[in-house]
């Protein structure tokens, strides 16, 4: 008897020994689910859909609510494989929103969504459940941006927190092409039809309790990858389908180096192998070898009395896809020196119109306006001289 339970115990711990190091390696981090509570919220931001309504009714609509007003706005929207049919009738505070759960273009029988207003101040209807055609449950939330835009994201994420080394990483994931898994990797296809084509990852990579912005060119929030850099190292990600667990696998992933040439350029990148930004007065950040979407741009310098100056661009001219090949360092010099274009062209009645367009070192665009502190700084003035240098006619550049 005793030699039998010495040869279990043997086995018990050979078995130890060999799987040990291997369970070990993975770590698997258990998830909760938690509110969304607004679309301010970073996890949101990435999910998030503007959904456009016209007043007077819908093509879909057959019977409006009981005593809806003349300004009441309608929207149809896809979300979840469903489409759904709404009305909304606006006001400041407490908007009423009419969905067509039962989808039959009468929205008499539907009893209205009333918002309230979250922590960030925005008119928030109550999480709505819907079914996806396999049956998964979704959490959709809808918010009134206005009387003709309503906002659309998952109401819930999941959390945990990863435990790497002696440090701990609060990790989230969220549905936010609304199929009911949270496993959709980005693929480099941003966009389906109307949303998102990917889920969600958040984590909080400095530990302040807050997701947003980067790390060591690292974004905290980024559409679901194949790899996440934690501290020095790689991890492959596996969100389950469920969000049941993350699952997180130490990874040999190799890389190359980004050089933007200047430190004032914000410049937001996606790739499978996740989201990283250059900012913060980096030129340069090391990358995972792969294939890169610019898909934020913008300059952003301190001047010596302390403002901030910000001038928006969009990733154009050669600052759109590229590659990183591992051990490359590429150079993409973006920004200045910048190079004011006008362009001259014959408006309404042989009047001519003049535009003025911002272009940097990689053709890049910005716009004409400069923002100090986040606010939008007056537009130059232009003075037109003839060949002589005398002065013919003068004015101001316009927004739009
Ligand atoms: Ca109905
Ligand atoms: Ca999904
Ligand atoms: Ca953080």
Redesign the pocket.
């Known amino acids: 008897m005793d030699r039998v339970i010495l040869t279990g115990a043997a086995l018990l711990i050979a078995l130890c020994v060999t799987v040990v190091p291997l369970w070990a390696d993975t770590i698997s981090v258990p998830l909760k689910p938690m509110e969304i509570p607004d679309s301010t919220n970073a996890m949101a931001q990435l999910a998030v859909r503007r959904v456009a309504g016209q007043a007077g009714g819908h093509p879909t609509l057959r019977v409006p609510p009981k005593g809806i007003s003349r300004q009441a706005t309608y929207f149809s929207v896809q979300v979840a494989g469903k489409t759904l049919l709404m009305a909304m009738e606006y006001s400041r505070s407490a908007s009423k929103l009419y969905v067509?759960?039962?989808?039959?273009?009468?929205?008499s029988?539907?009893r209205p969504l009333v918002a309230r207003r979250s922590r960030g101040r925005k008119q928030v209807f109550p999480a709505m459940p819907l079914k996806t055609a396999d049956g998964s449950k979704v959490f959709v939330k809808i918010e009134a941006a206005s009387q003709y835009t309503l906002y659309i994201y998952p109401g819930a994420m999941y959390s945990g927190t990863a435990k790497v080394g002696d440090k701990s990483f609060r990790v989230f994931v969220a549905d936010a092409n609304f199929n009911g898994t949270f496993s959709d990797r980005y693929s480099g296809t941003s966009r389906a039809t109307g949303g998102p084509a990917y889920d969600v990852l958040g984590v909080d990579m400095d530990g302040n309790r807050r997701l947003g912005g980067a790390v060591n060119c690292c974004e905290e929030v980024m559409p679901l990858p194949k790899v996440v850099r934690l501290g020095d190292a790689f991890y492959s990600v596996s969100a389950a389908a469920d969000a049941k667990t993350l699952e997180l696998e130490p990874a040999q992933v190799e890389t190359g180096t980004l050089d933007v040439g200047m430190p004032y350029a914000n410049l937001l990148l996606w790739s499978e192998n996740g989201a990283y930004r250059i900012s913060d007065g980096n030129a340069k950040c090391e990358l995972p070898a792969g294939h890169y979407t610019p898909k934020d741009l913008n300059l952003v310098k301190k001047d010596k009395g302390g403002a901030t100056w910000t001038l928006d661009g969009y990733p154009s001219g050669k600052v759109t896809s590229f590659d990183i090949a591992a051990g490359e360092t590429k150079s993409l010099p973006l920004g200045t020196p910048l190079k004011a274009k006008v362009s001259i062209g014959r408006g309404t009645g042989g009047a001519l119109s003049l535009s003025f367009n911002i272009y940097g070192a990689a053709d890049e665009s910005y716009g004409a306006g400069a923002y100090r502190n986040g606010r939008r700084q007056p537009l130059p003035r232009f003075t037109i001289v003839d060949e002589s240098g005398k002065k013919v006619g003068s004015g101001s550049w316009s927004y739009g």
């Open positions: 067509d759960g039962n989808a039959d273009g009468d929205l029988n539907d």
